[in-house]
């Protein structure tokens, strides 16, 4: 089994997290008891902005549908799964809140993540923030190809942007979800962010749904209080 970790959260006390890939695929438990957590959970993740949020008591949410999950809760593990989609991980020093959010296209045009973000400056009570982000290796601008359908939806939404849109002779685009997601973050008032910067199809060790097709693994990213 492989981590990634962001050095900006790894200096923080009291939190555990990766970015996990394995050719052989990715054991949850195993990874829970590594680092000493109850569980790690995940949902089921379908491109939306549904927030899943558990405060009190750990449940078990895996049959639920969604694709950010938040929590204070301690030794439990929240996690998304990615294969070229965008992993972020979110920690708010202040509340203690976590958030583990999974942003492919759809994700990033419904601003899940700027969604998770807001959704723990509602819940917590503390009014002076202070929130750390890791985005995780997913597919970068250099191999993320989309057609007009796609492109167009994001040109009405954030506008006819070359930051994060290049057009290309064929008539298609090249779209930077990454510089998307980061831009979110900011706007939502998330000073700090770490980005993991490689390209999940460049990089032959990560796991890339556009590269393997279904055969692809996944990537499993986590953030847990200790
Ligand atoms: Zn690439």
Redesign the pocket.
């Known amino acids: 089994m492989n981590i990634i970790k962001s050095e900006v959260l790894e200096s923080i006390k009291g939190l555990s997290h990766g970015f996990i890939y394995s050719e052989k695929g990715i054991d949850t438990e195993k990874i829970a008891e590594n680092h000493e957590l109850n569980n790690i959970h995940s949902l089921k993740q379908i491109h939306s902005d549904n927030i899943i949020f558990f405060e009190y008591e750990a449940k078990d949410i895996s049959s639920l549908q969604g694709d950010s999950i938040l929590t204070k809760i301690k030794r439990e593990g929240v996690s998304v799964f990615t294969a070229d989609c965008v992993p972020i991980i979110i920690y708010e020093k202040e509340s203690g809140y976590i958030a583990a959010v999974h942003a492919g296209w759809k994700g990033t045009l419904k601003e899940i993540v700027s969604k998770s973000v807001n959704r723990i400056k509602e819940v917590s009570k503390d009014k002076n923030y202070n929130f750390v982000a890791a985005i995780g290796p997913a597919?970068?601008k250099?191999?993320y190809e989309v057609g007009e359908d796609v492109a167009s939806q994001f040109i009405s939404r954030f506008g006819d942007n070359n930051k994060f849109l290049t057009h290309l002779e064929n008539g298609k685009f090249l779209l930077d979800l990454v510089y998307l997601n980061k831009s979110q973050l900011e706007h939502a008032g998330v000073k700090e962010i770490d980005i993991l910067d490689s390209?999940t199809?460049?990089d032959k060790l990560l796991p890339s749904y556009r590269r393997d097709g279904k055969d692809a693994g996944r990537m499993l990213s986590f953030i847990a209080l200790l």
């Open positions: 597919i970068g250099c191999c390209c199809k460049c």
